[in-house]
Structure formats: C-alpha cells, structure tokens
Nanobody, 119 residues
Framework: QVQLVESGGGLVQPGGSLRLSCAASGSIWSIKHMGWYRQAPGKQRELVASISSAGSTIHADSVKGRFTISRDNASNTVYLQMNNLKPEDTAVYLC?????????????WGQGTQVTVSS
C-alpha cells in the first residue's frame, strides 16, 4: 500500500504561482513513477506531469515552460511548481503513484487539491 498526501492548492490570480506537494509513504520501494493529473468540471482527467524513479520527466504541452515537476527522494515527496497560472489551469489536481512488481501494477491516488485561477 502507498499513501499519498497532497498540499499546496488554493486561489491565485492569473500570472501567479503555486507549488503543490505530494508526500508518499508506505511501500515506497514499489513506486515506478509519480505524477500530477488534473480534472476540471465536465472534462476528462488529464496528465499534467510525471517523474520516474530515475528522475526523467514528462510535461503536458499545455504546461511546458510554466510548470515543473521535481522530487526529493529523502522525503519521498514530489512537487509541482506552477508559474504563470492561467484561468484554464483551474482544476482539482491529483497526485498519482504507479507501483509495480513482477506480475502486478497498481495506481494510487491522493485526495486531490483544488487550484483556482481567477481575478
């Protein structure tokens, strides 16, 4: 089992910044990659960014140059630095951990944190 605790959401004006944090605990050894997804009302959940256990990253085209995913292995925490936020970034942001073993794989999710970009 992996537990994920998110923090850092809130209300910010367009052009502002926020940093989301996701602390993982439990079976850390099984995590292959972690990421942030978001879901806006009436829209499908979409990948924002992910980072592998080796540190390689992927960012969605819509956030490239504005958002950066990073990790602190010592604290088992993944961060999403969000700069130059736009109203279309408004969504619930969810932390994901993809765990796998020899013949199994499981996705774990955090509870979600609301990000609202509005003037």
């Amino acid at each position: 089992q992996v537990q994920l605790v998110e923090s850092g959401g809130g209300l910010v004006q367009p052009g502002g910044s926020l940093r989301l944090s996701c602390a993982a605990s439990g079976s850390i050894w099984s995590i292959k990659h972690m990421g942030w997804y978001r879901q806006a009302p009436g829209k499908q959940r979409e990948l924002v960014a992910s980072i592998s256990s080796a540190g390689s990253t992927i960012h969605a085209d819509s956030v490239k140059g504005r958002f950066t995913i990073s990790r602190d292995n010592a604290s088992n925490t993944v961060y999403l630095q969000m700069n130059n936020l736009k109203p279309e970034d408004t969504a619930v942001y969810l932390c994901n951990a993809h765990s796998a073993g020899r013949q199994w794989e499981i996705d774990y999710w955090g509870q979600g944190t609301q990000v609202t970009v509005s003037s």
